[in-house]
């Protein structure tokens, strides 16, 4: 697999995502100025009411790495305060970048072999701090090539999100 390194994304200073828990809503896609399926993945309920919002920016991607499947997606802004409160302690040291990729993908990453990799402790997890530690103390047994791999498809994944954003406003 051809491995292209993406530069790491400035999370202090990223762009709030929506927060809260996915609410089943009608689909209202037709009130859009544009046809929804034209933009990159975004669900089509992003066009409805105040839900919509729960919606706007979800992206899911599947990729493979040396034989084994994984499911990466972006994190919502209340996940991703959860994981950097995870890396406090490696501030002004020289282990910061790989805290914050080790925390990152244990905050986006979904599946690995087709299996969640720490289940919920209930269904619904609302506690999103709870499920990155649980994916943390699994990944941190990792080598940090494995991490670093799943790390850039994560941050190809933000800069594919904010491409889509940025399209989704050039056409309202």
């Known amino acids: 697999m051809d491995q292209t390194f993406v530069e790491r994304p400035d999370f ?6 929506a927060v809260g828990e996915e609410v089943p ?9 544009f046809d929804i399926a ?19 920016g979800h992206i899911e991607q599947d990729f493979n790495y040396l034989g084994h499947s994984f499911v990466v997606r972006t994190l919502r802004a209340g996940e ?3 994981a950097l409160a995870l890396v406090k302690d490696y501030e002004d040291t020289l282990g910061l970048d790989l ?10 990453l979904e599946l690995v072999d087709g299996r969640v990799l720490s289940a919920p402790l209930s269904p619904v997890d609302d506690k999103p701090l709870l499920r990155i530690k ?16 799943i790390y850039d498809q994560c941050s190809a994944l933000l ?4 491409s889509a954003i940025a399209e989704l406003e050039g056409k309202s």
């Open 12 to 17: 202090e200073n990223d762009p709030s995502y």
């Open 25 to 33: 809503a009608p689909v209202n896609a037709e009130s859009l100025p």
């Open 38 to 56: 034209e933009i990159d993945s975004f669900d089509d309920r992003v066009g409805d009411d105040i839900e919509g919002l729960l919606y706007l």
């Open 80 to 82: 991703r305060l959860a």
């Open 99 to 108: 805290a914050l990729q080790t925390v990152m993908v244990a905050a986006s």
């Open 134 to 149: 649980r994916n943390m103390e699994i990944i941190e047994r990792w080598y940090e090539p494995v991490i670093a791999a």
């Open 159 to 162: 800069l594919r999100q904010r």
